[in-house]
C-alpha cells in the first residue's frame, strides 16, 4: 500500500511575523518622507517679466526767464501820477500799468509792450521816471522760464532739442518742460556743459529758484527682476532661479533701475522663476520648493537710473 507524505508550510515565529509586518507599514512612511524632503524649504519666486525702463538724464539747475522786457518812458523828466500795476500780476499786451505827468500837464500812458508777468516794478507814485535809468517794470514775456543746469559730458551725447522733462521746482512743485538748447562747449576745469529745459506753466515761477529736471532720452525694454533678487560679489552680479525644484545661480548682466525693480540685458531669460530674495543661505544645488508671488506692476518708470 502507497504511502504519501504529507508536507505542511513551515509557520513563522511571532516575533519574525510581526517584524515583517512592520516594515511594510513603515515603508509608505518613509517614502512621504523622502518626498517631502526633496519639496525642500518654501522659496518665494516672481516670474521674470519684460519691462520698459525710461533713460533719465538728471539736470539741476536754476530757474530763470527767458526773455525779461524792461519797461520805460520815452521821455526824460516825467513823474509818476498814477501805478495800475505791481510785481507779481500777470498783464496783457497793451494794458496800461501807469500813468506819467507831462511838462504841459496831460498824462502818458505807460503800456505793456508783451503779454507776461511783472516780475518787479520800481514806479512809486511821484518819483522821476527816466529812459535811461531805472526801469518801471520788469515783464517775463508770455510767462516764459527755463531752468538753466550743467550736465556732465557723458550726458551730452544723449540729449536732443525737444526731449520731455519733468521739472520739479522748490516751492512750486512739478512742471513741464523740454530741452531748448544745449550748450556746444563744455567748462574745461569741471567737464560739464549747460542746457536749458524751456518750461511750460500757467503759473508764477519764483526767479533764482532751484529746479531738478527729469529729462527722458529714450527707453529700454527688457526681463526685469526685483532688486532684491539681485547679489554683488567677486563673481560677478548674480540672480537665483529654481528650475526643477532645484536652486541654480545665473550670472547676468544688469541695466537701467526704477521703482524697486532692475533691468537684466542678458543672461536671464522671460518666464524663469526668479529668488525674489536671493540670500547666502541658498546654494547651488540646493532643493526648494517654490512658492509664487504676485510680480509688481510697472507701466515704466517715470524715470531710471543706472
Not at 504511502?3 to 508550510?9: A, E, N, Y
Not at 516794478?121 to 520788469?138: M, N, P, Y
Not at 529745459?197 to 527682476?225: E, P, Y
Not at 552680479?237 to 542678458?266: F, P
Amino acid at each position: 500500500m502507497p504511502h504519501f507524505i504529507s508536507f505542511s508550510p513551515p509557520r513563522l515565529a511571532p516575533a519574525l511575523l510581526a517584524a515583517s509586518l512592520l516594515c511594510l507599514t513603515a515603508a509608505p512612511t518613509r517614502a512621504a518622507d523622502e518626498a517631502d524632503t526633496l519639496r525642500g524649504p518654501a522659496v518665494t519666486v516672481l516670474k521674470a517679466a519684460k519691462t520698459c525702463f525710461a533713460n533719465i538724464v538728471e539736470v539741476s539747475g536754476i530757474i530763470m526767464p527767458r526773455d525779461e522786457t524792461a519797461v520805460r518812458p520815452e521821455r526824460f523828466g516825467l513823474k509818476v501820477a498814477e501805478v495800475l500795476a505791481d510785481a507779481g500780476e500777470t498783464v496783457t499786451a497793451g494794458q496800461v500799468l501807469a500813468r506819467l505827468n507831462l511838462p504841459d500837464g496831460t498824462l502818458q500812458n505807460i503800456q505793456a509792450p508783451v503779454a507776461g508777468l511783472v516780475s518787479s516794478s520800481s514806479a512809486v507814485v511821484g518819483a522821476l521816471a527816466s529812459a535811461k535809468g531805472e526801469a518801471l517794470f520788469s515783464i517775463v514775456a508770455r510767462n516764459e522760464y527755463d531752468l538753466i543746469g550743467q550736465v556732465p559730458t557723458s550726458d551730452l551725447p544723449k540729449l536732443a532739442l525737444n526731449q520731455p522733462a519733468n521739472v520739479r521746482v522748490i516751492g512750486t512743485g512739478d512742471v513741464d518742460g523740454r530741452v531748448r538748447r544745449i550748450a556746444p562747449t563744455v567748462e574745461p576745469n569741471v567737464q560739464l556743459g549747460q542746457v536749458f529745459v524751456g518750461l511750460t506753466a500757467n503759473r508764477r515761477l519764483a526767479v533764482n529758484s532751484s529746479g531738478r529736471a527729469l529729462i527722458k532720452t529714450g527707453q529700454s525694454c527688457n526681463v526685469a527682476v526685483p532688486l532684491t533678487a539681485v547679489q554683488y560679489g567677486s563673481a560677478g552680479t548674480v540672480v537665483q532661479v529654481v528650475k526643477r525644484q532645484r536652486i541654480e545661480t545665473k550670472r547676468v548682466e544688469v541695466g537701467l533701475m526704477s521703482g524697486g525693480q532692475i533691468e537684466i540685458r542678458d543672461g536671464l531669460v522671460e518666464g524663469e522663476d526668479v529668488v525674489a530674495r536671493a540670500g547666502a543661505l541658498l546654494r547651488e544645488g540646493d532643493v526648494a520648493r517654490p512658492v509664487s508671488a504676485q510680480a509688481p506692476t510697472s507701466g515704466g518708470a517715470k524715470g531710471a537710473t543706472k
